[in-house]
Nanobody, 124 residues
Framework: QVQLVESGGGLVQAGGSLRLSCAAS????????MGWFRQAPGKEREFVAG????????TYADSVKGRFTISRDNAKNTVSLQMNTLKPEDTAVYYC?????????????????WGKGTLVTVSS
């Protein structure tokens, strides 16, 4: 069993930055590929970024590529999402997710654990 707890959300002006963190419980964190999804009001949840178990491979949605960076620290059981040059359309609840396997991919299929989410609001 893995529990995921996100933090770091908040209100920021367009062009600003935020860093989200996800703390995972359990001793098997390094066995999971990790990722972030987001859900904007009235929209379906969508993939944001993913990172492989060893942190060697990262993937990003086109909408955040070049602005967001995902990273993980297996010694500290954490995964982070550095978000720069934020836009109003980045406003959403951001969810941390753990998926068994080496690579995270871009789909929700195969996600074993979800966090409860943290709200990011970007004002124009």
């Amino acid at each position: 069993q893995v529990q995921l707890v996100e933090s770091g959300g908040g209100l920021v002006q367009a062009g600003g930055s935020l860093r989200l963190s996800c703390a995972a419980s359990g001793r098997t964190f390094s066995s999971y590929a990790m990722g972030w999804f987001r859900q904007a009001p009235g929209k379906e949840r969508e993939f944001v970024a993913g990172i492989s178990r060893s942190a060697g491979i990262t993937t990003y949605a086109d909408s955040v590529k070049g602005r967001f960076t995902i990273s993980r620290d297996n010694a500290k059981n954490t995964v982070s999402l550095q978000m720069n040059t934020l836009k109003p359309e980045d406003t959403a609840v951001y969810y941390c997710a753990a998926k068994g396997g080496i690579f995270f991919g871009t789909r929700e299929d195969g996600v074993n654990y979800w966090g409860k989410g943290t709200l990011v609001t970007v004002s124009s």
